[in-house]
């Protein structure tokens, strides 16, 4: 899969400015803050309808605009498919796919593929389990509509049940909890049971990387610290269950004390726990060697590899480190972003070379 085209309107520091990209190496470089990461999110936003930057869609919208808009045409298998979004002030979108308004955000994901790494995604290693459950959660819908809409069912019925958690009436409590326990748990193990099989394959492929990555000096492990295996129907009967003995710490804290929505993944090297013994340089080692495992779980599942969308990754990582980078990626469309090319890193002579300047492209080579 690889994208052919993209227009921004109004989106960050771009007034309107068109990208066509080639299937393998496209590089955007120019000096920082000129709108480089801007492209890139625009491309991840087509994907996922989601960005890694802004917890707020009407974020984007260039300053003193009303609408932004972000238009992109990628090629896979099965065919070209279209995307564009509209942003509105009030925080509104529309989301068209060839050129057909849908309703729901779950009819985006899966049209395009893509894995986005920069800078930030440390947070995966080093931050709290919610960013450890985000990228689980946005790298497993992009794969699996019904995945998505669990997720959303789950997170509503959660919501409710916290709610009731906090009911002054403990035998209201007592009487209604169980039907929402019931809807709770089927869901749950809908979304346990596709992380267990997401890390299951993830994880030999994430070693195979981050050894390739540290020269074969480390060796990285991955686990799920949920506490449920098994089939759907296994972990939802034994996440019922724990939700039962868990009545009271519930009832005192307010909400729920477990479930996917408690979720982590732990990370050794060598046998230590990454998060806690592991260098910045390891640790960004160890989210790369994730981000590059995760399109080998894209292609596992579709025949085909996904779009990777490497934000400033390259500053971050010396230069055995960086060539190997490129090595990884060089039979799949991957744009980079950077200030300069280093021809001593990017040997080929056959690729993209996109210069950006101030919200516009000063120059492109082929």
């Known amino acids: 899969m690889y994208i052919t085209y993209l227009k921004l309107k109004n989106f960050r520091n771009y007034s309107d400015q068109e990208f066509t990209f080639k299937n393998g190496l496209n590089i955007l470089t120019g000096a920082n803050a000129q709108g480089k990461t801007n492209a890139a999110e625009a491309i991840f936003f087509l994907c996922t309808g989601y960005s890694p930057r802004a917890n707020r869609d009407k974020l984007v919208i260039k300053n003193g605009e009303e609408t932004a808009r972000i238009e992109g045409r990628a090629q ?20 068209f796919i060839n050129g057909i308004k849908v309703l729901k955000i779950g009819e985006l994901l899966g049209n395009i593929h893509s894995v986005f790494f920069n800078p930030s995604e440390l947070k995966l290693v080093q931050e709290s389990p919610e960013d450890r459950r985000r990228f689980l959660n946005i790298s497993l819908s ?125 990370f050794t090297l060598n046998g230590d726990d990454v998060r806690v013994f592991g260098s910045q340089g390891q640790q960004r080692t160890v989210a790369l060697s994730i981000k590059l495992a995760e399109a080998e779980t894209f292609y596992n599942r579709f025949g085909e590899y996904p779009i990777m969308i490497m934000d400033d990754v390259l500053s971050e990582l010396d230069k055995p480190r960086q060539r190997v980078l490129m090595k990884s990626v060089e039979n799949v469309q991957s744009i980079f972003t950077t200030t300069h090319v280093d021809r001593t890193v990017v040997k080929s002579k056959d690729f993209c070379h996109i210069v950006i300047d101030n919200g516009r492209i000063k120059s492109v080579k082929n």
């Open 76 to 95: 896979s298998r099965y065919g070209e498919v279209s995307v564009a979004v509209n942003f509105y002030k009030n925080d509104n979108k529309e989301i």
């Open 142 to 266: 992009q794969k699996s509509k019904s995945y998505f809409y669990a997720l959303q069912r789950y997170n509503k019925i959660l919501s409710q049940r916290n709610n009731l958690l906090k009911e002054p009436n403990v035998s209201l409590i007592r009487e209604t909890l169980p039907i929402w326990d019931e809807q709770l748990c089927k869901e749950a193990g809908k979304i346990i049971a596709q992380r267990n099989d997401f890390l299951k394959e993830l994880a030999p492929i994430a070693e195979q990387k981050h050894s390739l990555l540290s020269s074969g000096k480390e060796i990285l492990k991955m686990k799920t610290e949920s506490g449920y295996f098994g089939s759907e129907q296994d972990i939802a009967y034994a996440l019922k269950e724990d939700l039962k003995t868990a009545f009271e710490k519930d009832i005192k804290l307010g909400f729920t004390s477990i479930g996917p929505h408690r979720d982590d993944i732990k």
